[in-house]
């Protein structure tokens, strides 16, 4: 299977815990992208990584969330101290960034995060 | 303000028929992207079409169509012939330049037999 993996896909915690989530893109996919889909919502963009570079993050991005690609591969969401409000589907996506126009982005399965 | 209107939140369809899902959207630039993405109970974010915003052919992928009138800024997704395995959340979203892509709230099918 060559397509975006994300790990976990369910994740509970509490109040207050901290929690990362892991995404593996489409090999040789040089965009990733965060996203996180709340009930009845859409995917709201939360940060794109070029490579290893962050070089966008949305204004719902608090200070407690953070995003690592360290080697331009995998990438990490973390949530530190999470809360109530944070329980959400969690979406990576990549895109190949060699085609300017369409550059389409392809989805994992996401995580679902649920903070009690 | 919103920048990709839905305003179906659910629509039936019988099976083996066509169906219109509907989109509009708002922009001010002149270079855009249209997709549209099916999500089914699973969860993951299906790719189904895309069209661009100076593609003068409406863009086609099987039975999933889309019908583009750019001076009504809206984006129908069509989908002829109607299965079973077609009911889901069905999401259309923007990009204008090269990463920001906003999604609407979405539509749900329900295909009957």
């Known amino acids: 299977d060559t397509g975006v993996s994300q790990d976990p896909r369910h994740k509970i915690t509490k109040r207050g815990q901290n929690v990362t989530f892991r995404c593996d893109p489409i090999?040789?996919?040089?965009?990733l992208y965060w996203y996180r889909q709340t009930l009845g919502q859409g995917p709201e963009f939360l940060t794109y990584?070029?490579?290893?570079?962050?070089?966008?993050k949305s204004r719902l991005l608090s200070d407690r969330f953070s995003a690592e690609r360290p080697k331009g591969s995998f990438s990490t969401l973390e949530i530190q101290r999470t809360e109530q409000g944070d329980s959400a589907m969690y979406l990576c996506?990549?895109?190949?960034?060699?085609?300017?126009?369409?550059?389409?982005?392809?989805f994992g399965p996401g995580t679902r995060l649920t903070v009690l | 303000a919103q920048k990709i209107t839905q305003t179906q939140p659910g629509m039936f369809v019988q099976e083996k028929e066509a169906v219109t899902l509907d989109c509009t959207y708002d922009?001010?630039?002149?270079?855009?992207?249209l997709f549209w993405y099916k999500q089914p109970s699973s969860g993951e974010m299906i790719f189904l079409i895309y069209?661009?915003?100076?593609?003068?052919q409406n863009a086609t992928e099987g039975r999933y169509s889309l019908n583009f009138q750019k001076a009504r800024k809206s984006a129908n997704l069509v989908i002829s012939a109607s299965q079973l395995g077609d009911s889901a959340m069905y999401f259309c979203?923007?990009?204008?330049?090269?990463?920001?892509?906003?999604f609407g709230a979405g539509t749900r099918l329900t295909v009957k037999p």
């Open positions: 996506a990549s895109s190949s960034g060699t085609a300017l126009d369409t550059d389409t982005q392809y």
């Open positions: 090999s040789e996919h040089n965009r």
């Open positions: 990584f070029q490579n290893e570079a962050q070089l966008e």
């Open positions: 922009t001010s630039d002149q270079s855009y992207g």
């Open positions: 069209q661009g915003s100076y593609d003068e």
């Open positions: 979203a923007m990009r204008e330049g090269f990463i920001d892509m906003r």
